[in-house]
Protein backbone atom coordinates (compact mmCIF):
# COMPACT_ATOMS: atom_id res chain seq x y z
CA UNK A 1 0.00 0.00 0.00
CA UNK A 2 1.61 3.16 -0.61
CA UNK A 3 1.03 6.83 0.89
CA UNK A 4 -0.19 9.82 -1.36
CA UNK A 5 1.60 13.75 0.06
CA UNK A 6 -1.16 15.87 -0.88
CA UNK A 7 -0.13 19.74 -0.37
CA UNK A 8 -3.19 22.09 -0.04
CA UNK A 9 -2.74 25.06 -2.24
CA UNK A 10 -4.44 28.00 0.41
CA UNK A 11 -1.57 27.45 3.33
CA UNK A 12 0.64 25.35 1.67
CA UNK A 13 0.21 22.73 4.53
CA UNK A 14 0.69 18.73 3.99
CA UNK A 15 -1.68 16.15 4.66
CA UNK A 16 -0.40 12.58 3.75
CA UNK A 17 -3.10 9.51 3.73
CA UNK A 18 -3.52 6.45 2.15
CA UNK A 19 -4.24 6.29 -2.03
CA UNK A 20 -7.19 4.55 -1.27
CA UNK A 21 -9.03 7.21 0.95
CA UNK A 22 -11.83 8.38 -0.26
CA UNK A 23 -11.32 11.55 -2.47
CA UNK A 24 -14.94 13.42 -1.05
CA UNK A 25 -14.48 16.15 1.64
CA UNK A 26 -10.61 16.00 2.50
CA UNK A 27 -9.81 19.13 4.50
CA UNK A 28 -6.93 20.64 5.13
CA UNK A 29 -6.10 20.20 8.68
CA UNK A 30 -4.37 23.52 9.35
CA UNK A 31 -6.79 25.47 7.11
CA UNK A 32 -9.97 23.48 6.46
CA UNK A 33 -9.89 24.20 3.04
CA UNK A 34 -10.92 21.76 0.82
CA UNK A 35 -8.89 19.22 -1.16
CA UNK A 36 -8.92 16.99 -3.65
CA UNK A 37 -7.40 13.74 -4.71
CA UNK A 38 -5.06 13.87 -7.72
CA UNK A 39 -6.27 11.97 -10.59
CA UNK A 40 -5.54 8.80 -10.45
CA UNK A 41 -3.43 6.86 -13.37
CA UNK A 42 -3.95 2.52 -14.10
CA UNK A 43 -0.64 1.65 -12.83
CA UNK A 44 -1.21 -1.80 -12.87
CA UNK A 45 1.76 -3.56 -14.44
CA UNK A 46 0.96 -5.53 -18.05
CA UNK A 47 3.38 -8.18 -17.13
CA UNK A 48 0.44 -10.12 -16.02
CA UNK A 49 -1.27 -9.84 -19.60
CA UNK A 50 -0.70 -12.03 -23.10
CA UNK A 51 1.93 -11.07 -24.78
CA UNK A 52 -0.37 -10.22 -28.15
CA UNK A 53 -2.51 -7.84 -25.67
CA UNK A 54 0.87 -6.16 -24.54
CA UNK A 55 1.51 -5.39 -28.00
CA UNK A 56 -2.21 -4.45 -29.01
CA UNK A 57 -1.72 -1.88 -25.78
CA UNK A 58 1.88 -0.38 -27.22
CA UNK A 59 0.76 -0.47 -30.54
CA UNK A 60 -2.46 2.13 -29.71
CA UNK A 61 -0.63 3.94 -27.38
CA UNK A 62 1.93 4.63 -30.08
CA UNK A 63 -0.77 5.40 -32.89
CA UNK A 64 -2.34 8.00 -29.68
CA UNK A 65 1.25 9.69 -29.16
CA UNK A 66 0.99 9.36 -25.72
CA UNK A 67 4.17 7.51 -25.41
CA UNK A 68 2.62 5.31 -22.56
CA UNK A 69 0.21 2.07 -22.99
CA UNK A 70 -2.65 3.89 -21.03
CA UNK A 71 -5.20 2.40 -22.78
CA UNK A 72 -8.31 0.34 -21.60
CA UNK A 73 -7.83 -3.31 -21.84
CA UNK A 74 -11.40 -3.74 -22.74
CA UNK A 75 -11.02 -1.65 -25.78
CA UNK A 76 -8.30 -3.42 -26.82
CA UNK A 77 -9.58 -6.60 -26.23
CA UNK A 78 -12.52 -5.63 -28.58
CA UNK A 79 -10.02 -4.55 -31.13
CA UNK A 80 -8.61 -7.96 -31.55
CA UNK A 81 -11.48 -9.74 -31.86
CA UNK A 82 -13.15 -7.57 -34.26
CA UNK A 83 -10.00 -7.74 -36.77
CA UNK A 84 -11.20 -8.01 -40.23
CA UNK A 85 -10.30 -11.60 -41.05
CA UNK A 86 -8.56 -12.88 -44.20
CA UNK A 87 -11.63 -13.61 -46.65
CA UNK A 88 -11.49 -16.94 -48.81
CA UNK A 89 -10.68 -15.77 -52.51
CA UNK A 90 -10.72 -18.39 -55.27
CA UNK A 91 -8.25 -16.50 -57.49
CA UNK A 92 -5.55 -17.71 -54.66
CA UNK A 93 -6.98 -21.39 -54.44
CA UNK A 94 -7.56 -22.11 -57.68
CA UNK A 95 -3.98 -22.70 -58.63
CA UNK A 96 -3.51 -24.58 -55.69
CA UNK A 97 -7.04 -26.84 -56.44
CA UNK A 98 -5.39 -27.45 -60.25
CA UNK A 99 -1.70 -28.10 -59.00
CA UNK A 100 -3.06 -30.65 -56.68
CA UNK A 101 -5.37 -32.19 -59.20
CA UNK A 102 -2.69 -32.28 -61.60
CA UNK A 103 -0.10 -34.10 -58.74
CA UNK A 104 -3.45 -36.45 -58.41
CA UNK A 105 -3.10 -37.76 -62.32
CA UNK A 106 0.25 -37.35 -62.63
CA UNK A 107 0.89 -39.68 -59.51
CA UNK A 108 -1.83 -42.32 -60.69
CA UNK A 109 -0.74 -42.59 -64.20
CA UNK A 110 2.75 -42.80 -64.04
CA UNK A 111 3.03 -44.98 -60.73
CA UNK A 112 0.28 -47.12 -63.40
CA UNK A 113 3.33 -46.81 -66.30
CA UNK A 114 5.81 -47.70 -63.76
CA UNK A 115 4.91 -50.29 -61.05
CA UNK A 116 1.68 -51.88 -62.85
CA UNK A 117 3.49 -52.70 -66.20
CA UNK A 118 1.54 -50.25 -67.92
CA UNK A 119 4.96 -49.39 -70.24
CA UNK A 120 4.22 -52.59 -72.03
CA UNK A 121 1.39 -50.57 -73.94
CA UNK A 122 4.33 -48.63 -75.78
CA UNK A 123 7.13 -50.60 -75.02
CA UNK A 124 8.45 -54.03 -74.69
CA UNK A 125 8.32 -56.27 -71.35
CA UNK A 126 12.17 -56.19 -71.39
CA UNK A 127 12.80 -52.45 -71.86
CA UNK A 128 11.85 -51.40 -68.06
CA UNK A 129 15.55 -50.12 -67.52
CA UNK A 130 15.12 -47.72 -70.49
CA UNK A 131 11.28 -46.49 -68.93
CA UNK A 132 12.87 -46.15 -65.57
CA UNK A 133 16.07 -44.03 -67.38
CA UNK A 134 13.56 -42.05 -68.83
CA UNK A 135 11.88 -41.19 -65.59
CA UNK A 136 15.05 -40.49 -64.11
CA UNK A 137 15.88 -38.33 -67.22
CA UNK A 138 12.52 -36.48 -66.73
CA UNK A 139 13.50 -35.49 -63.28
CA UNK A 140 16.40 -34.52 -63.91
CA UNK A 141 14.98 -32.04 -66.98
CA UNK A 142 12.64 -30.35 -64.52
CA UNK A 143 15.40 -29.82 -62.23
CA UNK A 144 16.99 -27.83 -65.06
CA UNK A 145 13.83 -26.13 -65.23
CA UNK A 146 13.84 -25.07 -61.69
CA UNK A 147 17.20 -23.80 -62.05
CA UNK A 148 16.37 -22.11 -64.96
CA UNK A 149 13.45 -20.34 -63.46
CA UNK A 150 15.62 -19.71 -59.98
CA UNK A 151 18.32 -17.84 -62.20
CA UNK A 152 15.66 -15.39 -64.00
CA UNK A 153 14.43 -14.18 -60.16
CA UNK A 154 18.13 -14.15 -58.44
CA UNK A 155 21.41 -14.93 -60.07
CA UNK A 156 22.83 -16.42 -56.04
CA UNK A 157 19.63 -18.31 -55.92
CA UNK A 158 19.93 -20.30 -59.37
CA UNK A 159 23.56 -20.72 -58.55
CA UNK A 160 22.65 -22.06 -55.36
CA UNK A 161 19.89 -24.59 -56.80
CA UNK A 162 22.72 -25.53 -59.26
CA UNK A 163 25.38 -26.55 -57.21
CA UNK A 164 23.66 -27.41 -53.62
CA UNK A 165 21.76 -30.46 -53.66
CA UNK A 166 18.10 -30.41 -52.64
CA UNK A 167 18.65 -26.53 -52.87
CA UNK A 168 16.24 -26.60 -55.64
CA UNK A 169 13.15 -28.27 -54.17
CA UNK A 170 13.49 -25.86 -51.64
CA UNK A 171 13.22 -22.49 -53.67
CA UNK A 172 10.34 -24.69 -55.57
CA UNK A 173 7.90 -24.74 -52.04
CA UNK A 174 9.24 -21.75 -50.86
CA UNK A 175 9.96 -18.86 -52.90
CA UNK A 176 8.54 -20.65 -56.55
CA UNK A 177 4.53 -19.61 -56.91
CA UNK A 178 4.67 -22.27 -60.32
CA UNK A 179 2.26 -24.91 -58.42
CA UNK A 180 2.25 -27.11 -61.22
CA UNK A 181 5.74 -27.12 -61.58
CA UNK A 182 5.77 -28.61 -58.01
CA UNK A 183 2.76 -31.34 -58.75
CA UNK A 184 4.71 -32.32 -61.84
CA UNK A 185 8.15 -32.72 -59.67
CA UNK A 186 5.92 -34.37 -56.78
CA UNK A 187 4.82 -36.77 -58.75
CA UNK A 188 7.63 -37.73 -61.12
CA UNK A 189 9.58 -38.11 -57.21
CA UNK A 190 6.84 -40.35 -55.80
CA UNK A 191 6.80 -42.96 -59.15
CA UNK A 192 11.14 -42.66 -60.43
CA UNK A 193 12.70 -40.88 -57.23
CA UNK A 194 14.46 -44.32 -56.08
CA UNK A 195 15.13 -44.99 -59.89
CA UNK A 196 17.02 -41.87 -59.83
CA UNK A 197 19.06 -42.04 -56.84
CA UNK A 198 19.83 -45.23 -58.04
CA UNK A 199 21.19 -44.43 -61.66
CA UNK A 200 22.93 -41.05 -59.72
CA UNK A 201 24.92 -43.14 -57.29
CA UNK A 202 25.76 -45.87 -60.29
CA UNK A 203 26.65 -42.67 -62.35
CA UNK A 204 28.52 -40.67 -59.73
CA UNK A 205 30.43 -44.34 -58.54
CA UNK A 206 31.64 -45.18 -62.64
CA UNK A 207 33.01 -41.69 -62.80
CA UNK A 208 35.01 -41.78 -59.41
CA UNK A 209 36.68 -45.48 -60.65
CA UNK A 210 37.48 -43.54 -63.86
CA UNK A 211 38.82 -40.38 -62.24
CA UNK A 212 40.85 -43.01 -59.65
CA UNK A 213 41.98 -45.27 -62.81
CA UNK A 214 43.48 -42.41 -64.71
CA UNK A 215 44.70 -40.59 -61.69
CA UNK A 216 47.00 -43.77 -61.33
CA UNK A 217 47.83 -43.81 -64.28
CA UNK A 218 49.18 -40.42 -64.29
CA UNK A 219 47.06 -38.83 -66.26
CA UNK A 220 47.71 -40.97 -69.42
CA UNK A 221 44.89 -43.20 -69.31
CA UNK A 222 43.34 -42.98 -72.49
CA UNK A 223 40.21 -45.68 -71.96
CA UNK A 224 37.16 -44.24 -72.63
CA UNK A 225 34.65 -43.71 -69.60
CA UNK A 226 31.79 -46.33 -69.38
CA UNK A 227 28.88 -45.52 -67.58
CA UNK A 228 26.32 -48.55 -66.75
Avoid at 146 to 161: K, M, N, P, R
Wanted: net charge positive; glycine share 6%; proline share 5%.
Amino acid sequence: MADITLVCKSCGASLTLSEYAKPDNLTCPACKALMSMPEAKNQKSDRFLPEHLRQAKAEAAKTAGTGTPDVPLNSLTAQIHNRPRRRFRMETFLPVLKASLLFAGLTALFVYLRYFRGYTLFLEPSDLDLFRLGGAGAILFFHVVIVIEALTSSFLTGLLCLLLPGYSLYYLFTESDTFWLRAVILALAVAFGRDFVFYTQDYALSAFAYINAWLAAGGEFNKPLILK
